[in-house]
C-alpha cells in the first residue's frame, strides 16, 4: 500500500494560501483608498 502523506503538508499548504489570500487583499484595498474609490475617513 502507499503511505498516506504528512498531515502537516495539508496545513502547511493551507497556511500558505491563506497568507497570499490575505496580502492581495490587503493590496486591493490598498489601491482602492490610493485611487479615492475608498474615502481616507474610513481607514482608520
Request: proline share 11%.
Amino acid at each position: 500500500m502507499s503511505e498516506p502523506e504528512p498531515p502537516t503538508s495539508t496545513e502547511s499548504r493551507t497556511a500558505f494560501n491563506e497568507d497570499w489570500a490575505a496580502t492581495i487583499l490587503g493590496l486591493v484595498l490598498l489601491v482602492l483608498v490610493l485611487t479615492g474609490v475608498i474615502p481616507t475617513g474610513l481607514v482608520p
